[in-house]
Nanobody, 120 residues
């Protein structure tokens, strides 16, 4: 499965963005999907994950109540709706998939990053 993330951009603090990650291949629905983010000089951190059906989700404490992860298996796409954005949310965002039955992964397949910039 190849992953292609998009939707990043520049937004003011308090604003919203929606990231998308489209997967190629017919086995998309078999994978737990996650979003991660990374800023220069820091380790990549987990943001959110969604299970195979979309009925189960898991979030980092820092984004709970502001971000929503979802998926559309018919479109082979996972989304990250980001609201009430803060300057500290600025990062390169990556989507990833794991074949394991756990939100923590490990994730073994990564898309390219999409940059989110939040101005204060």
């Amino acid at each position: 499965v190849q992953l292609q993330a998009s939707g990043g951009g520049l937004v003011q603090a308090g604003g919203s963005l929606r990231l998308s990650c489209e997967a190629s291949g017919r086995t998309f629905s078999r994978y737990i999907m996650g979003w991660f983010r990374q800023t220069p000089g820091k380790e990549r951190e987990f943001v959110a994950a969604v299970n195979w059906s979309g009925g189960g989700t898991h979030y980092a404490d820092s984004v709970k109540g502001r971000f929503t992860i979802s998926r559309d298996n018919a479109k082979n796409t996972v989304y990250l709706e980001m609201n009430s954005l803060k300057p500290e949310d600025a990062a390169a965002y990556y989507c990833a998939s794991t074949p394991y039955s756990a939100y923590v992964g490990p994730y073994d397949n990564w898309g390219q990053g999409t940059q989110v910039t939040v101005s204060s």
